[in-house]
């Protein structure tokens, strides 16, 4: 299995479209919040000191959720390319167990996925700097770090069972296409959450990516906030905080940090078990 990992870590790596094209989403976002989001939402909270390293930190945070999802779909893209190649039959026939090729396949998209979102991590971290904030603290960093890793292993869950449906690159590549149009919605990026309907704030509120975006704002604005917004009333810091999607509200029911840890890893696990018995029961 380590072999087969290595083996899908090259091809990907070997492709720079494909690496292009996995990160598309994000160089996307990035695109539109430097040319328009950026200063429209500086703009609004003018009376906040640092609404700057605010709005960037907020930004770069669901950027790093939604890059651990759309890497991982484009890591995924070996096993539609094996399978349109017919190589998925010379590697059925071979010594190497099903369970040991889906875990191969697997394995090298968590290894793509977090590699390609501490690819991110530093480019964002260069960004908010150059807007006149501060780097992350070590301690935040390894907070960071953390979520990562598990956002990485949730999405990947997700993204393996929706491509285990598909059989062709155009398939495939219709479905990249329209995920990595849908993902900046679904996280609160394009819009904050508070400007949307309540039936789609419902809907962001339940997708698990969410919680990751959630989860990665709450560590990398803590900084910011409490220097920006040290001198506002607690309401006006929780309504900044429910409206710009860094927490999240169930009606009057708060989700806490260890609440949507939990949603994370309950996700990744059940996705995880119906992808490999979807994909163990096809092979045979």
Do not use: C
Request: glycine content about 8%; charged content about 10%; cysteine-free.
């Amino acid at each position: 299995m380590i072999n087969f990992t290595l083996r899908n870590l090259r091809v990907f790596f070997k492709d720079k479209t494909a690496v292009f094209f996995s990160l598309l989403a994000v160089f996307v976002i990035i695109g539109l919040y430097v040319l328009f989001l950026g200063d429209v939402w500086s703009a609004s909270f003018a009376d906040v000191e640092n609404a700057r390293f605010i709005m960037d930190s907020w930004i770069m945070a669901g950027i790093l959720a939604v890059t651990s999802f759309t890497t991982t779909m484009g890591a995924f893209g070996i096993m539609i390319e094996d399978k349109a190649k017919k190589i998925n039959k010379d590697l059925v026939v071979s010594p190497i167990k099903t369970t040991s090729l889906v875990g191969g396949y697997i394995f090298s998209s968590v290894i793509i996925g977090v590699i390609m979102s501490l690819v991110t991590l530093v480019l964002a971290e260069i960004y908010i700097v150059i807007g006149g904030g501060e780097l992350l603290s070590m301690i935040t960093f390894m907070k960071v770090l953390g979520l990562v890793l598990l956002a990485t292993f949730t999405n990947s869950s997700i993204v393996l069972f929706m491509v285990s449906f598909f059989d062709s690159l155009n398939a495939f590549s219709t479905a990249s296409t329209v995920v990595g149009t849908l993902i900046g919605f679904l996280t609160g990026i394009y819009l904050p959450i508070g400007q949307l309907p309540a039936a789609i704030q419902w809907l962001i509120k339940l997708f698990p990516v969410s919680h990751a975006a959630s989860l990665f704002r709450q560590v990398m604005m803590q900084a910011p906030l409490s220097v920006g917004f040290k001198n506002f009333p607690t309401e006006y810091v929780d309504g900044f905080k429910e409206f710009m999607g860094v927490t999240f509200l169930f009606n009057d029911y708060l989700v806490t940090p260890i609440m949507s840890i939990l949603i994370l890893i309950v996700t990744g696990f059940v996705f995880y078990a119906l992808s490999v018995f979807k994909l163990t029961i096809k092979h045979k």
